[in-house]
């Protein structure tokens, strides 16, 4: 008897105490009588308890259990193939209330941080919409952009700030599954290309757009900072107040995940008109460019670079972004507009301060050197007026 209560003291130790304690009182029968018959009644009574729903709390909003797996248990268990190893070797793969697969890995930011990545996915439609598992009463609402794809799918990308930490959160749908990506600390966008692009190879999905412009920006000339070129000869003095038409531009900003999986034959639209086929794609690791049709030194060719906020623009020479137009407007300058000139190359391009209207207007027709093109001056409008104006040098 004494080796039957040791046997059964240690499978209840194994198998939880909270488990051994919440058992109904089993049914009075004989006592085994062999260690072989104790171990199989304790093997019995410890498969019982697995197959019973675990009662402590997982992820918010979200049953248990959470069962460890290897990724060939999505094919089994979800009918659908996700081979984990690839995205990350020491990728660890659950499945949630056997609904969810969940892939969990980590790997290290530009701050040397350890970063948490959870790809999800399943064909619970009506799991699918908090499947990313991220409720925290402090996020914000989140920023949702659909991206139109190609053969009728579409990609949700959704990017929530909290107010203590921010998450990354990519959700997208492929046929009958549905799909989310999270990431718990800040990532370059190089880096969050890379990942993105791994998962689409693994998860067998490759989308993309076919022809691919720039992001939508600045759509009001009242309140903003712009570049813009401004004839300094055909300003107008009317009434004591100085006015002048200016042509806005801004940068042109192109959707990081859509230039990352953009293939061959595809087209981009760069400086308003010009169209571009896209025949070759080089990616180079060291610093995030991507160069297209052989770069800068070839006709049609660009160079991109990774910009901020999951954006690229393009590099062109001297180091000179592309910009497109945003209009033509009238505008009066402020009667204390200030000027900074840092464009007078002959004497080192020493930087010159002037303020107030009339001062700065007698500054810029003065100096021969000030007629720089859009890129070469920025100007910050507040109210409908000109408050300030920055000239510097472009080669």
């Not at 042509?247 to 990352?260: G, P, Q, R, S």
């Amino acid at each position: 008897m004494k080796r039957i209560f040791v046997i059964l003291t240690a499978a209840c130790l194994v198998f939880g105490l909270a488990a051994c304690a919440k058992a109904p009182a089993p049914e009075t029968t004989a006592a085994p009588e062999t260690v072989e018959e104790t171990t199989a009644a304790a093997t019995e009574a410890a498969a019982e308890t697995e197959a019973a729903p675990a009662e402590k709390e997982g992820f918010v909003g979200m049953a248990n259990p959470m069962v460890p797996v290897d990724s060939d248990a999505f094919d089994e268990q979800l009918g659908f193939h996700i081979d984990a190893a690839q995205i990350d070797p020491d990728a660890k793969c659950f499945i949630i209330s056997g609904k969810l697969a969940h892939i969990v890995w980590t790997q290290k930011n530009v701050n040397n941080e350890d970063v948490e990545f959870v790809l999800r996915a399943t064909k619970d439609a009506e799991l699918a919409p908090t499947m990313h598992g991220i409720h925290d009463s402090n996020m914000s609402e989140p920023v949702v952009t659909e991206v139109p794809l190609t053969d009728t799918k579409m990609l949700e990308l959704t990017f929530t700030e909290a107010k203590t930490e921010k998450y990354g959160i990519y959700t997208w749908k492929d046929g009958q599954i549905f799909y989310s990506l999270t990431y718990n600390k800040d990532m370059s966008q190089m880096a969050l290309a890379e990942v993105l692009d791994r998962v689409m190879d693994v998860t067998g999905i490759r989308w993309h757009k076919e022809h691919i412009t720039a992001l939508p920006g600045i759509t009001e000339l009242d309140n903003c900072m712009v570049n813009a070129y401004f004839d300094k000869t055909k300003i107008k003095h009317e009434n004591g107040v100085y006015s002048a038409e200016f042509e806005c531009y801004e940068k042109e900003l192109f959707d990081m995940v859509e230039i990352h999986l953009m293939q061959v034959g595809d087209t981009i639209t760069v400086e308003d008109d010009q169209v571009i086929e896209i025949k070759t794609i080089e990616k180079n690791g060291g610093n995030g460019h991507i160069v297209i049709n052989g770069g800068v030194d070839f006709e049609d060719g660009l160079v991109l670079a990774p910009g901020d906020g999951g954006t690229y623009f393009v590099f062109g020479l001297d180091d000179c972004p592309s910009y497109h137009l945003i209009g033509k407007k009238e505008l009066e300058l402020a009667k204390d507009v200030a000027l900074t000139d840092t464009a007078d190359i002959e004497n080192k391009c020493v930087e010159k301060k002037v303020e107030g209207d009339e001062a700065v207007v007698k500054h810029l027709q003065e100096n021969a050197y000030i007629d720089p093109p859009a890129r070469g001056c920025m100007i910050c409008i507040d109210g409908g007026k000109v408050v300030e104006i920055q000239i510097s040098y472009v080669p």
